[in-house]
């Protein structure tokens, strides 16, 4: 499925590139505008978009990822989904408590104990801090505290 | 300056204290990325890319350098001790590396390992002297036609010897492409593709892109492996020693694995992994006893591993004599240098020659550590791989999430790396190689510009665009490799048909 998705994706990101190409100025050969060098892009991008889906849809198995077992998938997505997490909360809870509850909750599913995750999650977090914003002078977002 | 007057001057600035300390780390870290599989230097050099802001260029390069060709010594430790390969240019060193293992001479491949990748790093960086310059002196007679037809063959060439698809590859190209024309333009300072975003105006950054390809996708991958713990294969000091018959076996493929190392190198394309197919191969073809390959012939090591260090040393020459990255790896160290305002290019050696000659001069002293870390210290360096990998896993993904957002303390750049490192994790279930895309995303603006630039010198006239004689060279060339093969196979087919 993975192997069919993705070049269709493609494809349609490609579509809309190029919609959107079009509607920059275009100029002329010996004075190319902005959209000149876009449009080809796009119209290379949907060429090979479309020979990738075709192929994708001929002998899609050929290239099919091997399929994984749930508790494999469970580790994956779980560290998607705490990063997409982490990306959503360090605004609203700031650095120092997302760092920490990121590495807690990854490393308790990636398989380690919750005591050890727990731990490792504070000290990274601490340390992290410490070095990038403090020592660095990163301005991480420190939260409403 | 000459070469020698160079070297001389590249050697005061490598010696500063501050110099040498960023080789050290350089090195170090180059070297314990290489031991661990699943984190490859192009991640590990993206990740460390914010903490050279505030370096000098000189030093920034010293050290980001450290960590690519380090990472080619470190990777053959695995590969020998464990059949596990450090990574992707230490795959072939296991073939031969592991069953000297096997055969009680770990001690043996390792020491004739790390000899080879000094040797041919340091034949490398002869070759940057000599090849990078002279290169230089000739680039700076091109004009924007040229260097579009470099940018334009190299990315055909990219897409051929990138391995896999030619298809998939070029959809990655488009796809760099693409990415690297949101954003201002250059010329007229219109936006284009933003979607009203006022950060996405400064376009899509390629440490985040890169971090999320290399650095978030492979640990996705590891973390699909869960807890895991490698067996580590104890060396004694005293079992370093190779035999004198070993070390006779090894010269000429070290020299030859040099050469081919570095000449690949010069070639767009994944050099390091691609250098030691062929020095294996050459290796092969050499020897009066191919069918013993891969039951622990000293050659099958030396040659390959000679050959991914020489190219780390090629591939430095487009980027320093023409400012064209071909590679992940050396498009991080042009970002690098872009960062503190300098172009790489043929008037960076005359106009800032302690950058050149300064970078020239760490690697001779770079290749010098790697040989006292990979030797003495290979059994220190191998209790690395006791640190638990998931907590390691864990670690290098927190680095990545504030890595990206310190780089310009932008949410975006986060978002940029989670999108990207679930794409690239996506890509490496489908056995889709990423490197076409990162490298069109930064040679995608460059050849916009010089196009735009020849189209408008040329008066819209294409055929002049690609007649002019360089241009046209480079662009046949380019042609010859892509479409190339796939002729002589149709041609063979015709023939063998009645």
Same mark, same amino acid.
């Given at each position: ?8 994706v493609?494809?349609?990101a ?19 505008g ?14 090979v ?17 091997v399929?994984?077992d ?9 560290s998607?989904?705490?990063?997409v ?7 609203w809870?700031?650095?120092?408590v997302?760092?920490c509850?990121?590495v ?21 977090s601490?340390g992290?801090?410490g ?15 | 300056?000459g070469p020698?007057? %160079?070297?001389?001057?590249?050697? !005061?600035?490598?010696?500063?204290? =501050?110099? $040498?300390f #960023?080789?050290?780390?350089?090195? /170090? ?9 699943g984190i490859?230097p192009?991640g590990?050099?993206a990740l460390?890319?914010?903490s ?7 030093t920034a390069?010293?050290?980001l ?5 380090g ?5 053959s ?13 230490s795959?072939?060193?296991?073939l031969d ?5 096997r ?15 000094f040797v ?7 070759g ?9 002196d ?13 940018t334009? %063959?190299?990315l055909?060439?990219? !897409?051929?010897?990138?391995?896999? =698809?030619? $298809?998939? #590859?070029?959809?990655?190209?488009? /796809?760099?492409?693409?990415l690297?024309?949101v954003g ?6 219109l ?7 006022v950060?996405?105006?400064?376009g899509?950054?390629?440490v985040p ?11 996705l ?12 294969t104890?060396?004694k ?19 030859r ?6 000449l690949?190198?010069?070639?767009p ?5 691609l250098?030691?197919?062929?020095a294996?191969t ?8 191919p069918?013993?390959f ?5 050659? %099958?090591?030396?040659g390959p ?7 780390t ?8 004599? /023409? ?10 160290l ?24 300064g970078?020239?001069?760490?690697m001779?002293i770079?290749n010098?550590?790697?040989l006292i ?9 191998v ?5 638990p ?5 864990t670690?290098?993904l ?20 989670v ?19 990162v490298?069109?995303?930064v ?7 010089t ?14 665009l690609?007649?002019r ?9 380019a ?8 002729l002589?196979?149709l041609?063979r087919?015709?023939?063998e048909k009645?």
């Amino acid at each position: 499925m993975l192997a069919r998705a993705v070049p269709l994706v493609l494809l349609v990101a490609a579509a809309v590139y190029l919609t959107l190409a079009l509607r920059l100025p275009f100029g002329a050969a010996a004075r190319p505008g902005a959209g000149f060098y876009p449009v080809i892009v796009a119209v290379f991008a949907i060429v090979v978009a479309l020979a990738a889906t075709a192929s994708a849809f001929r002998g899609a198995q050929r290239a099919e990822a091997v399929a994984l077992d749930a508790a494999a998938r469970r580790r994956v997505v779980i560290s998607v989904v705490a990063l997409v997490a982490f990306c959503l909360g360090l605004p609203w809870v700031g650095y120092p408590v997302a760092a920490c509850v990121f590495v807690t909750v990854v490393l308790r599913y990636l398989g380690g104990r919750w005591t050890t995750a727990l731990f490792t999650g504070a000290l990274s977090s601490a340390g992290s801090y410490g070095l990038f914003a403090v020592l660095l002078d990163v301005p991480l977002p420190r939260g409403p505290w | 300056m000459g070469p020698l007057e %160079g070297l001389a001057y590249g050697f !005061s600035v490598a010696l500063l204290p =501050s110099n $040498l300390f #960023a080789c050290f780390i350089g090195v /170090l870290v180059g070297t314990i990325v290489g031991v661990l599989p699943g984190i490859g230097p192009v991640g590990a050099m993206a990740l460390l890319l914010p903490s050279t802001f505030a370096m000098h260029p000189a030093t920034a390069l010293i050290m980001l350098a450290g960590i690519y060709y380090g990472a080619m010594y470190g990777g053959s430790t695995t590969s020998i001790l464990l059949n596990v390969p450090g990574e992707a240019g230490s795959v072939v060193t296991l073939l031969d590396g592991y069953q000297m293992t096997r055969k009680g001479r770990a001690g043996a491949a390792l020491t004739i390992s790390a000899a080879g990748s000094f040797v041919a790093g340091t034949v490398g960086v002869v070759g940057i002297m000599l090849a990078a310059g002279w290169l230089a002196d000739v680039a700076i007679r091109f004009g924007p036609p040229e260097y579009f037809a470099i940018t334009l %063959g190299g990315l055909l060439l990219l !897409s051929r010897l990138s391995g896999g =698809s030619i $298809l998939h #590859a070029f959809v990655m190209v488009a /796809l760099g492409l693409a990415l690297g024309t949101v954003g201002m333009d250059s010329i007229s300072a219109l936006r284009r593709f933003t979607l009203g975003s006022v950060q996405l105006a400064q376009g899509i950054e390629l440490v985040p892109v890169i971090m999320g390809v290399y650095g978030v996708a492979e640990v996705l991958l590891l973390a699909e492996e869960g807890i895991a713990k490698a067996q580590i294969t104890s060396v004694k000091f005293r079992e370093l020693l190779p035999s004198p018959e070993e070390w006779r076996r090894s010269t000429m493929p070290i020299a030859r694995g040099s050469v081919v190392g570095f000449l690949t190198g010069l070639v767009p394309g994944p050099a390091a992994v691609l250098s030691t197919f062929i020095a294996y191969t050459v290796e092969k073809k050499m020897s009066k006893t191919p069918e013993k390959f891969g039951t622990g012939m000293i050659e %099958g090591v030396a040659g390959p591993e000679a050959a991914n260090n020489g190219a780390t040393a090629g591939a430095m020459v487009p980027l320093l004599s /023409l400012g064209i990255p071909f590679s992940p790896a050396t498009a991080i160290l042009l970002g690098a240098l872009v960062v503190h305002g300098l172009q790489p290019g043929p008037l960076m050696i005359s106009q800032r020659p302690e950058v050149f000659w300064g970078f020239v001069a760490s690697m001779y002293i770079g290749n010098v550590m790697l040989l006292i870390l990979n030797l003495p210290l290979v059994g220190v360096l191998v209790t690395v791989l006791r640190l638990p990998q998931h907590v390691l896993a864990t670690l290098v993904l927190l680095l990545c999430l504030v890595g990206a957002f310190s780089l310009s303390n932008s949410l975006l750049d986060l978002w940029v790396l989670v999108i990207f490192g679930v794409f690239g994790y996506a890509l490496r279930k489908l056995r889709v190689d990423p490197s076409p895309m990162v490298v069109a995303l930064v040679l995608g603006p460059m050849m916009e510009k010089t196009l735009r630039q020849a189209l408008f010198l040329t008066r819209g006239s294409v055929v002049d665009l690609v007649a002019r004689p360089l241009s046209a060279a480079i662009l046949l060339l380019a042609a010859v490799a892509l479409f190339g093969p796939p002729l002589v196979r149709l041609l063979r087919g015709r023939r063998e048909k009645p």
